[in-house]
DNA sequence: GTCTATAGCGGGATAGAC
DNA sequence: GTCTATCCCGCTATAGAC
C-alpha cells in the first residue's frame, strides 16, 4: 500500500494546509483528514516540514504550468494575454485557497518558501520566460500594436484580478456582495470581464 | 503607567500580528517586542484572543475608515471612486501587512472573525453605505454618465487592484520584478494608473 | 508498513512575591 | 503594576511492538 498511503497523506496535507496555513496546522489535523496513524506521517516524510514542501512545491507549479504555457506559445499578444488570465482563473476557480495559500505563506514564512521557489526558478527557466514577454509587450508598444505600457504593471494587474476574489471570499461577501450566490456570480464572470478590462486598457 | 503599557502592548500585537498571523504569533513574541513581561500581557487583556480582537478590529476599521468618508461625501461618481482608490491605497502604503492580515485571518480564522465584523457593522451601518453607492452607479449608468456596469465588481477590481500588489509583495519581487526598486516605483505610481484603468473602463 | 506509547519541548495561562 | 516561577496541555518527533 506504500503508493496509496503517500499520495492520500499528501492529498489530506493539501486539504489541510490550504484551509489553515502552515502555522495553523498540525500533523495530527494531517492524520486525521488522512484517516491514517499520526505516526504515519513521520515514517513517509520524517517531518511536517518536509510534507509542507511537498504541498507548497505542487501549489507553486500549478499556479505557474499554465502561464508558462500560455507564455511559450506562439499566439499574439492578445491571445497570450487571453491565454494567462484564463489559466490563472481556472486554476482559481478549481482550487479556490490556492491563491491566499501560496501568497500568504509567502508572505509570512518566506524563509521557508525561498529556497524551494530558487529551486523551482532555476529547474524551469523562469527568468527567461517572463524577460521574453516583456520584450514582446515593449516591442508591440514601439510598433504601435498596443499601448507603451510597463510590462510589470500588466503582469500585476492580471495577478490582481484574478487572485484577488479568491483570496478575499468572506471579506468580500461579507462587505461587497449581498449574498453567495451575487459572489458566484461574479467568479463565474471572471475570465471574460477581466480579459475586456485588460485588452481595452491596452489597445490604441 | 497603565496608559502607556498598555498601549505599548498593542502596538507590539499589531506588528508581530501583522507580520506572522494569529497562528504564528505567541505570546511571548509580544511581550519580547513590547519589551514586557509575558505575564503583564495576561494582567491588561487576558488572554491572547482578546489581544488579537483589539488588534484586527483596528486593523479592518482603518481598512473601511477611509473608503466611509469617500462614500458619504458629496462629491461626484468620478470624484468618488477617485477617494476610494487613494485612501485603500494609502492605507496600504501606510501599513503594507495590513490588507494580507485582514484577507487572511477572515479566510482562515472566520469563526473567530465574523463576530468582530457583524459588531463593525450594526455600529457603523455599513450595509447603507454601500447600498446608497451602488444605486448611484446604476442611476449614473442609467443616465449615460458611465456605462451601465455591475456595481459589486467595480468593488471588486478597486480592491483587487489596490491590495493584491502589497499582499503578493514576495511573490511578486520573486516572479514579476527584476528587483525591488522596480516594485517600489510601481507602489509609487499605483494610485493613479488604478484610477487611470478603472475610470477608462467606466467612461462612455 | 502500521500501530501504541511516550519523550521532550513550547505554548497559553495563573499564582503569588514584590 | 510588574516580576518570577510554574502548571498543564498540545505539539512534533521517535522508540519499539506487531
Chains 1, 2 share one sequence.
Do not use: W
Not at 524551469?124 to 500594436?145: P, S
Amino acid at each position: 500500500m506504500k503508493q496509496d498511503t503517500e499520495k492520500i497523506i499528501i492529498e489530506a496535507a493539501c486539504k489541510v494546509f490550504y484551509e489553515k496555513g502552515y502555522n495553523g496546522t498540525t500533523m495530527r489535523d494531517i492524520a486525521q483528514t488522512a484517516g491514517v496513524n499520526l505516526a504515519l506521517l513521520h515514517y513517509y516524510f520524517r517531518t511536517k516540514d518536509k510534507i509542507f514542501e511537498i504541498v507548497f512545491s505542487d501549489a507553486f507549479t500549478s499556479l505557474f504550468k499554465k502561464i508558462s504555457q500560455a507564455l511559450t506559445s506562439d499566439a499574439d499578444i492578445f491571445e497570450k494575454i487571453k491565454l494567462i488570465i484564463t489559466g490563472y482563473v481556472q486554476t482559481a476557480q478549481k482550487h479556490p485557497q490556492l491563491p491566499g495559500f501560496v501568497m500568504h505563506e509567502m508572505a509570512v514564512n518566506s524563509q521557508l518558501m525561498l529556497p524551494i521557489i530558487m529551486k523551482y526558478k532555476e529547474q524551469n527557466h523562469v527568468v527567461n520566460l517572463f524577460d521574453n514577454f516583456y520584450v514582446e509587450i515593449e516591442e508591440a508598444g514601439k510598433k504601435g500594436i498596443i499601448k507603451k505600457i510597463n510590462p510589470e504593471s500588466l503582469c500585476t494587474d492580471i495577478l490582481s484580478l484574478s487572485f484577488f476574489p479568491f483570496m478575499a471570499k468572506n471579506y468580500l461577501t461579507e462587505l461587497i456582495y449581498k449574498d453567495k450566490k451575487t459572489f458566484n456570480l461574479m467568479v463565474k464572470q471572471r475570465i471574460e470581464h477581466i480579459t475586456n478590462s485588460i485588452i481595452s486598457n491596452i489597445i490604441v
